[in-house]
């Protein structure tokens, strides 16, 4: 880690007004984890997120966009850069179309579509974080995924300096994947397409969708959510030593995308313990912060998991956790 010079600091505290030093990340993450950001400042608006990232870039400062922290897993020692929150909030519902900026809440979003009589967001009540995140990873739960609902993103892209707007197709979205994770881009806002529906049977749906995830997932403890991808397969010779080895649900083999939560179940890592980092011992996905945790436990849990599955199953896991100042 380059550390940043007293000039460069100076530098950018002097351009940016309400920047500040030295913010601990683990007040910002879902994990409770991570160490300072050198530099730490919250956008409120898209001229302020993109004026940010340009001052950073003009004085040689690494710098890095966020927007609820559910994703993310920060070092022990922190960033030693500009760590920008994205916090532009607004939200505007025009016929079936609802416009969101990069920092709404997910959830917000849905139950404000469910409350205009919109349909096909209903799921996202169950997704943690902001638009911004949940388009950059093309978020998904039970059966709905960001890339069914996109219809633009505006965004900034770094390598020209440009404001741009794509369509759905220009995204790049696949299983947790969008183009915005290939090349860097500060997302600024997007354009849902709905349909029209009932709000009533929308506020069903979502009532469903939050009991199931507390009947499965550890949601009262500090975790990042999943944090391997699940392994999607393109032909089934990928999953012999697996298939010799345990029955793999039918659902997972039409899918064709086997739950990275089980498979690290298979394997008996449930409830195992390194420091204050735990694999739940509810959902094999879930590494959860018990007190005290630090990065560097959860970044050894995740590699005995995955060594373990590797051996003793054939399968590599993907980290869906997005990293930080590693
Ligand atoms: N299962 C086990 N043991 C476990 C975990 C799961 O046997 O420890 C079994 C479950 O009983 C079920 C199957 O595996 O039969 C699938 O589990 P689940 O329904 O929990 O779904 P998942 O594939 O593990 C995915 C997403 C979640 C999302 C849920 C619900 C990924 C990596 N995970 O999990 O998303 O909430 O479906 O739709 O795609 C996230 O991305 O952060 C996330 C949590």
Same mark, same amino acid.
């Given at each position: 880690?380059?550390?940043?010079?007293?000039?460069?600091?100076?530098?950018?505290?002097?351009?940016?007004?309400?920047?500040?030093?030295?913010?601990?990340?683990?007040? &910002?993450?879902?994990?409770?984890?991570?160490?300072?950001?050198?530099?730490?400042?919250?956008? /409120?608006?898209?001229?302020?997120?993109?004026?940010?990232?340009?001052?950073?870039?003009?004085?040689?400062?690494?710098?890095? @966009?966020?927007?609820?922290?559910?994703?993310?897993?920060?070092?022990?020692?922190? !960033?030693?850069?500009?760590?920008?929150?994205?916090?532009?909030?607004?939200?505007?519902?025009?016929?079936?179309?609802?416009?969101?900026?990069?920092?709404?809440?997910?959830?917000?979003?849905?139950?404000?579509?469910?409350?205009?009589?919109?349909?096909?967001?209903?799921?996202?009540?169950?997704?943690?974080?902001?638009?911004?995140?949940?388009?950059?990873? /093309?978020?998904?739960?039970?059966?709905?995924?960001?890339?069914?609902? @996109?219809?633009?993103?505006?965004?900034?892209?770094?390598?020209?300096?440009?404001?741009?707007?794509?369509? /759905?197709?220009?995204?790049?979205?696949? !299983?947790?994947?969008?183009?915005?994770?290939?090349?860097? &881009?500060?997302?600024?806002?997007?354009?849902?397409?709905?349909?029209?529906?009932?709000?009533?049977?929308?506020?069903?749906?979502?009532?469903?969708?939050?009991?199931?995830?507390?009947?499965?997932?550890?949601?009262?403890?500090?975790?990042?959510?999943?944090?391997?991808?699940?392994?999607?397969?393109?032909?089934?010779?990928?999953?012999?030593?697996?298939?010799?080895?345990?029955?793999?649900?039918?659902?997972?083999?039409?899918?064709?995308?086997?739950?990275?939560?089980?498979?690290?179940?298979?394997?008996?890592?449930?409830?195992?313990?390194?420091?204050?980092?735990?694999?739940?011992?509810?959902?094999? /996905?879930?590494?959860?912060?018990?007190?005290?945790?630090?990065?560097?436990?959860?970044?050894?849990?995740?590699?005995?998991?995955?060594?373990?599955?590797?051996?003793?199953?054939?399968?590599?896991?993907?980290?869906?956790?997005?990293?930080?100042?590693?």
């Amino acid at each position: 880690m380059k550390m940043l010079s007293q000039e460069q600091i100076d530098s950018l505290v002097r351009q940016l007004s309400g920047v500040v030093r030295d913010e601990p990340m683990s007040k &910002h993450t879902n994990f409770r984890i991570g160490g300072p950001a050198r530099l730490y400042f919250v956008a /409120n608006d898209a001229d302020h997120l993109v004026g940010a990232v340009r001052n950073a870039r003009d004085a040689g400062i690494p710098w890095f @966009v966020f927007g609820g922290g559910s994703n993310l897993l920060v070092s022990d020692e922190g !960033y030693e850069g500009l760590v920008i929150q994205s916090a532009l909030r607004g939200l505007k519902v025009d016929g079936a179309g609802v416009t969101c900026e990069s920092g709404v809440i997910t959830a917000l979003a849905a139950r404000k579509a469910a409350e205009a009589g919109l349909t096909g967001f209903e799921w996202a009540v169950g997704i943690p974080g902001t638009i911004g995140g949940a388009l950059y990873g /093309n978020a998904g739960c039970f059966g709905g995924e960001m890339k069914d609902v @996109v219809e633009t993103v505006d965004a900034y892209r770094v390598v020209d300096d440009a404001r741009v707007t794509y369509a /759905n197709a220009e995204c790049g979205f696949g !299983y947790r994947e969008s183009r915005f994770k290939r090349e860097p &881009h500060v997302i600024l806002s997007c354009t849902l397409r709905l349909a029209t529906g009932d709000t009533a049977a929308a506020r069903r749906c979502m009532d469903e969708i939050i009991a199931m995830r507390k009947s499965k997932q550890p949601l009262e403890q500090s975790s990042a959510g999943c944090v391997f991808k699940n392994f999607e397969f393109a032909d089934e010779s990928q999953l012999d030593i697996l298939r010799r080895s345990v029955d793999v649900p039918g659902a997972m083999l039409k899918n064709r995308r086997i739950s990275a939560g089980w498979l690290v179940d298979q394997v008996g890592m449930l409830g195992k313990t390194m420091g204050g980092i735990q694999v739940s011992d509810r959902h094999g /996905n879930f590494v959860v912060n018990t007190g005290g945790g630090r990065a560097q436990d959860v970044i050894s849990l995740m590699s005995l998991v995955k060594m373990k599955v590797r051996d003793e199953l054939g399968i590599l896991l993907e980290d869906e956790v997005q990293l930080v100042g590693f």
